[in-house]
């Protein structure tokens, strides 16, 4: 990054500011072209081989949507599988997100709610407040 003299003027910062900002359209300009380029290879390289592109492929590729290796529900049973006294839903939160997997959604905490709720393998320990594998511990009786 360039170092500018103490004593420069406000409006040579300006100018200085403008110019940046000019180039940093250019850039983000020259970005989407390179982009667009580059899912037209993407496709033609795909008819070349014989592959089919669903539409699932093409939305992940526009979107540059976050693709995971292992499912959400994945990652979860395997954590909560090496963890003899369950989890809160902020600290499984977090090791989620620490094991790899990679979200967009502005609010996860929301989205592992969802599927610890809707796995059924997976219970809520009320005494402590934890989410716990059914095979690993009995689910106390209510």
């Known amino acids: 990054m360039k170092t500018f003299p103490a004593n420069i003027s406000v409006a040579e910062l300006e100018r200085i500011l403008l ?3 000019q180039q940093l359209e250019e850039l ?4 989407a072209i390179l982009l667009a380029e580059l899912g037209r290879v993407d496709e033609e390289i795909a008819s070349m081989q014989g592959a089919r592109r669903t539409l699932t492929d093409s939305v992940s590729v526009r979107t540059n949507k976050p693709i ?11 954590i909560l599988g090496r963890s003899r006294r369950g989890m809160s839903l902020s600290d499984l939160s977090a090791k989620v997100l620490a094991a790899g997997y990679r979200t967009e959604s502005h609010n996860f905490r929301n ?3 969802q599927c610890l709720y809707n796995t059924k393998d997976i219970y809520h320990d009320d005494a402590t407040g934890t989410y716990r594998l059914r095979s690993l511990q009995a689910e106390p009786s209510r």
Do not use: A
Not at 28 to 31: D, F, H, V
């Open 28 to 31: 983000q300009q020259r970005k």
């Open 68 to 78: 995971n290796s292992k499912s959400l529900r994945e990652y979860v049973l395997e």
């Open 111 to 113: 989205v592992l709610y």
């Open 19 to 21: 110019s940046r900002k």
